[in-house]
């Protein structure tokens, strides 16, 4: 069964930094391309970005409003996704989301970041 | 850059059928995802690669594609279907994924 859980969420100051991770078990992580999706309150969903497979490369690549500011990376010894967000603003608040893609998305449960002073 | 366009709500009676379309320049070479989402959790394949549904997805479930527009099709809506969907596609130039801004479907 795939899993996806992810913990890290809170609640930051505007311009400070979080990391976020997401396990991952069920499947094989070095074959998978991984994706951050956002959900601001009340909006709808973002693409926050990717990274491809470790086989295909492992390159990443990121939504505008957060490129330069967010890095994506992956642990293929713990199976394990990560977020890391610098420089944070009040419109990246939110609940962020670690997906597997390809063929059938899997989900993690969510992480609610709050960026506030 | 890249949209999905869908309409912000549709509405049907229970046992109607429902559909929810989303439109994009790239879908005729980009598979087309369909979300469902119930408040406060996280978003549910209902649809992937245009028409096939995950194991679990009731069979009233369907999705089709043509051209730049993709059709989710709920056959028979019941109430607990009243929620969120938003369609989602990748941008062939980019690569990068792209979401529509969700449609909510009333069922009264």
């Known amino acids: 069964e795939v899993q996806l859980v992810q913990s890290g969420g809170g609640l930051v100051k505007p311009g400070g930094s979080l990391r976020l991770s997401c396990a991952a078990s069920?499947?094989?992580?070095?074959?998978?391309?991984m994706t951050w999706v956002r959900q601001a309150p009340g909006k709808g969903l973002e693409w926050v970005g990717h990274?491809?497979?470790?086989?295909?490369?492992?390159?990443?690549d990121y939504a505008a409003p957060v490129k330069g500011r967010f890095t994506i990376s992956r642990d293929e010894s713990k199976n394990t996704l990560y977020l890391q967000m610098n420089s944070l603003k009040t419109e990246d608040t939110a609940v962020y989301y670690c997906?597997?893609?390809?063929?059938?998305?899997?989900w993690g449960q969510g992480s609610l970041v709050t960026v506030s002073s | 850059s890249y949209e999905l366009t869908q309409p912000p709500s549709v509405s049907v009676s229970p046992g109607q059928t429902a559909r929810i379309t989303c439109s994009g320049d790239?879908?005729?070479?980009?598979?087309v995802y369909w979300y469902q989402q119930k408040s406060g959790q996280a978003p549910v394949l209902v649809i992937y690669?245009?028409?096939k549904r995950p194991s679990g997805i009731p069979e009233r479930f369907s999705g089709s594609s043509s051209g730049t527009m993709a059709t989710l099709t709920i056959s028979g809506a019941q109430v607990e279907d009243e929620v969120d969907y938003y369609c989602?596609?990748?941008?062939?130039?980019?690569?990068?994924?792209?979401f529509g801004g969700g449609t909510k479907l009333t069922v009264l």
């Open positions: 997906t597997k893609v390809g063929g059938i998305h899997y």
């Open positions: 069920g499947f094989i992580f070095s074959n998978a391309w």
């Open positions: 990274i491809k497979s470790k086989t295909d490369g492992g390159s990443t």
């Open positions: 790239d879908l005729a070479k980009k598979y």
């Open positions: 690669e245009d028409n």
């Open positions: 989602c596609s990748t941008d062939s130039s980019t690569d990068h994924w792209v």
